[in-house]
């Protein structure tokens, strides 16, 4: 394997000049670089990463801790982090949290033996005590998707406030009066922030959110299935279901046909969290979408600000409601081909929907109870 004295001799050059060369310094010519640019792709050599960190206090490598890995939000976030990383000079080690704080903990813990040089972390249940020692200790870190409060962290998420409120209009321009959500852990502020922004929402309507159409889940698809089964076994089940993640949607699907029931004759079904499969399921799934890649993007160059010793802005980037045909919209409503990517070029927050008069309403009037539907 080649050696930095190697990489001098073929250059031409003394040590110290490759050595500058390699890292970047001001005082190195251009025809030296080129000429150690060249030596190096000549001799195939790779800088000693361990011995460069010893130097120079970094190892170009960001921690990741995500919530649930198995959760495809999540995924494309990671995906979207390691490819703005890459293009950035920095790797990524990535941990799951599994939802779970003391795992949360673990990750941290490790990643910071490591010697990482800054953490992206999307805190699970309010946080962990590793975790929040880290923040307060200095560490570069970044809050991504959620956050939380008195924390002097930069944050990187979406603002779904306005697409939760455009889906409530939606939902009551179709008709529908009698709406559920399942909402995330309240310990998180994504999981508070979705069912206030939904109360609020039904409000402006002159609706209310009892307790009975509130369902408690944890982010995961057997919760969403316990909520949906408890909503259908109320007296007056609710017209629709509202699930605050795609996972949670998916488990609420399950428990509709598990019933025998169809969405969304018997009951409609909206979902946080756009995923790619909710435009393959019959009916495609109506649908709140986050600029996932626009956030990973910008997570990660907040980060290396904070690397840098600068402040590190935080970052908040509008949602959009996709409408399909899970509440009981016309055949044919929604985007031509199924769901566009939010983060696509030229497309910004808001509502991608049809005109209000391509809606077919429903009556207004309290509907009966959900029955079985017959082939």
Partial sequence: MASIKDVAAEAGLSVATVSRALNGHPSVSPAARHRVRAAVE????????V????????TRTLGLVISDVMNPYFTELARSVEEEARALGYSVVIGNADERPDLQDHHVTTLLDRRIDGLLVSPTDGGSPGMLDAARAGTPMVFVDRWIPGVDVPVVRSDGRAAVRDLVAHLHGLGHRRLAIIAGPAATTTGRERVDVFREALGAYGLSLPGAYIGQGDFQAESGRRATERFL???EPPDVVFAADNLMALGALDAVRARGLRVPEDIALAAFDDIPWFVHTDPPVTAIAQPTRDLGRAAVRALVERIAGRAGESVTLPARL???RSCGEPHGSGEPGGSRRSDEPGRSGGRTT??????????????SPVQRSTP
Avoid: C, F
């Fill in 233 to 235: 076994d109320l007296p």
């Fill in 354 to 367: 049809e005109s209000p008069s391509s809606v077919r309403k429903r009556p207004t009037e309290s509907p």
């Fill in 42 to 49: 000549t001799l195939g050599y790779r800088p000693n990463a």
């Fill in 51 to 58: 011995a460069r960190s010893l130097r120079t206090d970094q």
């Fill in 322 to 324: 996709v409408v399909r």
